[in-house]
């Protein structure tokens, strides 16, 4: 089974501090992406990659950044947290398909707490 | 710019029943992809099925259908006989083609609950 897993169900960091999320896939995809949830917004995308080193902000990059050094690792950055990122952070997957798009695997989420 | 538009924010039945989500989605693309996915109460969104714009065909797959019509936008989702299982927030989500990795646009979920 594809797994793609995030390091923290639950987060509670204060507000300013720097703050990492760690996602990791074991299938060998390509592709990852980051999307916060909030109730009545669905998803919103704030960055997705491609290839190792490759990064592009989504919709909603600001106060996001994001690393890539490992094919299967990808973690989001909150330089200085803010309360307005307090949310549930999904992490997902997918691998390159030739001439069609498949569907993500999602992480179980970590909810983020910022106070 | 694309857009998933899912208008029901909640939905909720009694078990048996059968129940229709919706799906109304924007694109420019010619070449698109649809999907459906499942979010139950632990938290971790399910693929549930993908559907590209050349295919019109409908979809069965158990108590599950899904009618895409290209002519209305639209990609509706019907659970027949539904079950508290199926209790869970439901995302429809537009792809365009394979350009940016493929990346998705979601809408913002609509809540079933199955009573039982």
């Known amino acids: 089974d594809v797994k793609v897993t995030q390091s923290s169900r639950y987060l509670v960091k204060r507000t300013g501090e720097k703050v990492f999320l760690e996602c990791v896939q074991d299938m060998d995809h390509e592709n990852m992406f980051w999307y916060r949830q909030d109730p009545g917004l669905g998803l919103r995308l704030i960055y997705f990659s491609y290839d190792v080193k490759m990064k592009e902000k989504g919709d909603i990059p600001e106060g996001y950044s994001v690393s890539r050094e490992k094919k299967e690792r990808f973690s989001l950055i909150l330089e200085s947290a803010s309360t307005n990122q307090t949310s549930m952070y999904l992490c997902?997957?997918?691998?390159?398909?030739?001439?069609?798009?498949?569907?993500?695997?999602f992480g179980s989420g970590t909810r983020l707490t910022v106070v | 710019a694309q857009k998933v538009t899912q208008a029901q924010t909640e939905i909720s039945v009694v078990e048996k029943e059968d129940v229709t989500l919706d799906c109304v989605y924007e694109?420019?693309?010619?070449?698109?992809?649809l999907f459906w996915y499942k979010q139950p109460p632990s938290g971790e969104l399910v693929f549930l099925i993908r559907r590209n714009s050349f295919d019109e065909q409908n979809e069965i797959s158990g108590r599950y259908s899904w009618n895409f019509q290209k002519s209305t936008s639209s990609f509706n989702f019907t659970i027949t006989a539904s079950q508290v299982v199926d209790s869970a927030v439901y995302f429809c989500?537009?792809?365009?083609?394979?350009?940016?990795?493929?990346?998705?646009?979601f809408g913002d979920g609509t809540t079933l609950t199955v009573k039982p």
């Open positions: 997902a997957s997918s691998f390159r398909a030739r001439g069609h798009t498949v569907g993500y695997t």
């Open positions: 989500a537009l792809s365009e083609a394979e350009r940016d990795a493929g990346k998705s646009t």
């Open positions: 694109t420019r693309d010619t070449t698109y992809y």
